[in-house]
């Protein structure tokens, strides 16, 4: 059985299919061990409820469907964005300006040597997307396509959906 990852963006679906958590060795420098709890982005924190991002935040400058019991809602001109799931709560959490949000010294707009030198290596990449496992949630630092500069950051819950 295989587990998949997905971030969802206001853009767009990442998915990155990964081998199951046990089999998954630390590694880079993270700044939270295994078993952490996952740390707030922007003050936000997974599993919360929607109604707490509302109280936060305000209304939403848009709002997506992504499916059955899933929501994208986006305060654009913060640079954030999560994803709810009926089930979850708040399953991803994503800033796309650096002024929105730190996580683990690691922001919009710094590059790849400043955040390899924060955490380590990947554990995983996907295109320009750098993905950090760890024991029940998943960061991603999606870098410029033709740059090495962060455009996104996101954390997020891993699906336990299985995949052939």
Known sequence: MRRSIFFAAATGVLALVAAPASAVR?????????????????????????????????????????????????????????????????AIINATKREAAELGGVRVGDTHDAVRAKWGDPMKEQGPTWLYIARGWVIAVQFHAQSDKAVRLSIGLPTAASTP
């Open 26 to 90: 630390a590694q880079g420098h993270l700044p939270w061990s295994p078993g952490d709890k996952a740390p707030a982005l922007a003050h936000l924190s997974l599993g919360q409820p929607q109604s707490e991002l509302f109280t936060k935040l305000g209304a939403p400058d848009a709002v997506d469907t992504l499916g059955p019991g899933a929501y994208s809602f986006s305060w654009l001109k913060r640079g954030l964005s999560a994803v709810v799931t009926d089930r979850d709560g708040v």
